[in-house]
């Protein structure tokens, strides 16, 4: 007896025409649309058998969403394959939980200026530096501060706005950085006498980036701690009078990375989307879209204007991101005790 053909099964094929379906790779992210359109239609354009889909949130919630959905490295459904563009300080803490599968791409180097995962299990792709940032229509280049311990001269009382520790993520980081920065260098005593002697030059412990800035374009505050990123960004949209000065000893940076999550079940695709946003052409689009350079390589200059950003030349702090991760929770309350208004 012939076998029996479902007629629905051949209608099926033929619409179709024979072909499989592409590959879904969900991806995780919070950067900006134009620079996920860039990427999803470039990436897709090498890899025809590969659909790229965004689901788009903060770095907080995709960490309590792996947390709820990874049970001993693995779970029944990866939540998402990559994670692309979360701060570096959210991914070591999901490293550490297990919750990303180890992966060291082509492109990462020993030339990278921004600290490595755990084990491979992520790298960063992008950093900026924080910066001393002012208006020259206030302040001379001249007479502007050009290293942290400047920031403690009687000319700048009252004058400096900070992100607040407490109430900001970025405020947070850079405070436990110095601190880990000072430990390093001395004791970390030493690093606390810096923010005491800090907090008495604060106006406004900001509660935003663009409070930040805004004290700056009004005049509430002569100076401003801020990621390099944000006032270039102010600087090409509403205020191009700011500038800024890169700190000469050296400066902590802010950094996003990329990883696989523990449990992906299309590694190979997910491989090969991250050795993509190693690329130059990736980094060049990240820096024209959002100011952070790439940790690993560089871009094509051609294609950056002219006037995109002040050419300053800066050095990193050596990161220090399991001192972060274990002792900064209790260095911000200790900070909140002993420094803020004493």
Known sequence: MAPRVSVLGVLLALACGGESRPIVLDVRTDLPEHLRDYVEENFE????????????????????????????????????????????????????????????????????????????????????????????????????????????????????????????????????????????????????????????????????????????????????????????????SEAPSLYYRIPESGTPVLARGVALISGTRERESAEAFVEYLGSREVGTATKLETRWQPAFGGVDSTRIPDDFELVDPWTPHEPALDRIQSEGAGWIERWDREVRGR
Do not use: K
């Open 45 to 236: 354009a090498l890899h025809a058998d590969i659909d790229v889909r965004f689901s788009v949130g903060g770095a907080q919630e995709g960490l309590d969403r792996l947390r709820a959905e990874i049970v001993d490295g693995s779970a029944p459904d990866a939540p998402f394959d990559v994670w692309w563009g979360a701060d570096v300080m959210t991914l070591s803490v999901a490293a550490s939980a297990g919750l990303l599968a180890p992966y060291r791409p082509s492109w990462a180097s020993a030339d990278g200026r921004a600290a490595v995962g755990r084990d491979d299990s992520w790298y960063p792709l992008s950093i900026t530096p924080w910066v001393i940032a002012f208006d020259r229509d206030d302040l001379q280049l001249s007479r502007a501060p050009t290293d942290w311990n400047d920031l403690r001269h009687f000319r700048w009382a009252d004058e400096i706005e900070m992100l607040d520790p407490q109430r900001t993520e970025p405020g947070a980081l850079f405070v436990a950085s110095m601190l880990a920065y000072h430990e390093r260098q001395s004791e970390v005593q030493a690093g606390f006498d810096w923010l005491s002697a800090l907090d008495g030059q604060v106006e406004t412990y900001a509660g935003s980036i663009p409070e930040a800035l805004q004290a700056l374009r009004s005049g509430g505050s002569r100076l401003a701690i801020l990621p390099r990123s944000d006032v270039e960004a102010e600087r090409a």
